[in-house]
């Protein structure tokens, strides 16, 4: 009778054990020293051998040459605990012996000896399964032993144990294999079997196990019975469904052009061809996180080998591609994928979330770095910097404060610099809102704000200002004689006066808008106004929703 490759080839030795060798060297330790304990936790994911290093562990306490660390193969001990039919070794499948009868009844077992072996080995897979009534019913037993009774806990969810259980043995935690490990351990059996398969097809199928030996060999005996003596890399990925770096590679460039459209075309073709949407979703963030992976290393100088499960010259493959992408772009792409990945597992229409997904994954590569987007508005903004045309504002019913202001501006005045007519004094009002007018548009906030508490009027072309003590620090002469000379075409005197002022009435804004707005209008249309704030709403858009006056 056929018997797979995940069996015939399990080791029998602790040599034979794919990496582990902190397992390995600590038990071979113990053996060697006579410091057997009476029991041990072996925790880790699937398939990285803690149940074969259990049985391993069996075979050297009950050999006749033993205890030893290198068992003989050839005593009836080695050859029925490799066969699983030991008297004296006996495996327990805790997920469907879990509750406290059959705990009951394994503590009852306990007390008797060894009917052959020197030690009678308790064997206990997928512990963590077992109920809490019936751990606190072995307690006792775990602790104070029989000096021939060993009992071994395998679990793939060590947490799950009780922390009474485990303080009572020794825990040991198995690693995930690394993939060239794994890659030269399916190479050496394919030349067992007379099997030609190439270091590309093994690492398809390397990573298919994700770091476990028996879901490789369960996936290469698969390959075998499919393809036969000869294994190609792209029969195994047909068979497991899986995606090689030419398809992923096209989201890549796609990115790299901004094509939206091929990015569609992606989706198209796998739905034509069948494939699975949450799969390559899923094959899609680890191909980020591979191309990630593979630019910080390639800046830092490490080498990604035992970064990325992949053969060398996909590790090459993916240098290349990530070379053209940032660790910002490529950070912000893994988050987008995995987030996909996820939308997709549980949508009923997993087409439209990848597109969705591949066409946002386009968008986020044209964002700009808020650095970048904070030092162009610097430079646009700041002294000397050319005029920037605003964009059309979208048509609506009530004019915004943009359209009211340049309607203001766009008024006539009754002084216009450059007039052939001589000009006449204003009106105290009328000079006190212009000049606030005036400062605000050379970006002096803070002067204008004085100006507005303050009285303004025109003797004998002199300006004269009376304010407060609080506000004579912000009227300084060469700010208000440069907004003058913006607004009459001619320079005048000016004298400020610190003194009793009444309360000015405020400065209502100009244009359809005016006599009707409330208090608060003047500080949302001067808020509005400032150069700073329109420069920042035209490069970051949205809207603002409320204008406080901290003056208030």
């Known amino acids: 009778m056929y018997q797979v490759i995940a069996r015939k080839y399990r080791p029998q030795t602790f040599q034979e054990v794919v990496d582990q060798e902190h397992v390995r060297a600590t038990l071979e330790n113990a053996i060697t020293q006579g410091r057997i304990a009476h029991g041990y936790i072996f925790s880790g994911q699937r398939g990285t051998g803690k149940t074969t290093i259990a049985r391993i562990l069996a075979r050297c306490l009950n050999c006749v040459k033993g205890p030893t660390t290198a068992p003989c193969g050839e005593c009836a001990s080695c050859r029925e605990i490799s066969g699983g039919g030991a008297v004296d070794v006996i495996e327990i499948d805790a997920a469907s012996n879990r509750g406290i009868n059959e705990m009951r009844e394994l503590r009852e077992n306990v007390r008797y000896q060894p009917a052959r072996d020197r030690y009678k080995v308790f064997i206990v897979d997928e512990a963590h399964q077992i109920t809490s009534e019936a751990f606190n019913a072995l307690l006792k037993t775990i602790e104070e032993p029989p000096e021939w009774v060993v009992f071994v806990l395998c679990t793939t969810e060590a947490h799950k144990i009780p922390a009474t ?229 979208p048509s609506r019913a009530v004019p915004s404060p943009f359209e009211i202001d340049r309607a203001r501006k766009a008024a006539p005045r009754p002084s216009e610099p450059g007039s052939a007519a001589a000009p006449e004094p204003m009106a105290a009002g009328d000079w006190r809102q212009r000049l606030h007018a005036a400062l605000m548009e050379l970006g002096m906030a803070f002067t204008a704000d004085a100006v507005e508490a303050s009285q303004v009027a025109e003797v004998d072309n002199e300006l004269r200002i009376v304010t407060s003590k609080a506000y004579s620090m912000a009227l300084r002469p060469q700010d208000l004689e440069q907004a003058i000379r913006r607004i009459a075409g001619r320079a005048m005197t000016v004298k400020v006066t610190i003194g009793e002022t009444a309360s000015a009435a405020p400065i209502a804004p100009a244009g359809p808008a005016a006599g009707t707005a409330p208090p608060s209008a003047d500080a949302s249309t001067r808020a509005l106004e400032n150069p700073e704030v329109k420069r920042f709403r035209e490069v970051f858009g949205g809207e603002i929703r409320t204008i406080r006056n901290l003056k208030e």
């Open 165 to 393: 259980i485990a303080s009572r043995c020794q825990h040991f935690s198995f690693r995930s294999v690394d993939f060239d490990a794994l890659v030269a351990r399916m190479a050496w059996i394919c030349g067992q079997e007379g099997i030609q398969a190439g270091p590309e097809a093994l690492a398809v199928l390397a990573q298919a196990g994700e770091g476990s030996v028996r879901d490789s060999l369960s996936a290469l005996d698969q390959a075998i019975a499919c393809c036969g003596t000869h294994i190609e890399a792209a029969a195994v990925r047909g068979l497991l469904g899986a995606f090689s770096l030419d398809s992923l590679e096209t989201v890549s460039q796609a990115l790299a052009s901004g094509d939206s459209r091929r990015m569609l075309e992606v989706v198209d073709q796998l739905d034509r061809n069948g494939h699975n949407l949450q799969h390559f979703s899923r094959e899609l963030a680890r191909y980020f996180r591979n191309l990630l992976v593979a630019r910080i290393s390639s800046a830092g100088g490490v080498d990604s080998a035992r970064l990325i499960a992949a053969s060398a010259a996909e590790r090459e493959r993916l240098a290349a591609a990530a070379a053209a992408f940032s660790e910002e772009d490529l950070t912000r792409y893994l988050q987008l994928s995995l987030d996909l990945f996820r939308d997709v597992q549980f949508s009923l229409q997993p087409r439209f979330h990848l597109e969705l997904g591949l066409v946002r994954l386009v968008q986020a590569g044209r964002l700009l770095p808020i650095e970048q987007a904070l030092a162009d508005l610097a430079a646009c903004s700041g002294p000397g910097a050319p005029a920037q045309t605003p964009p059309p504002a």
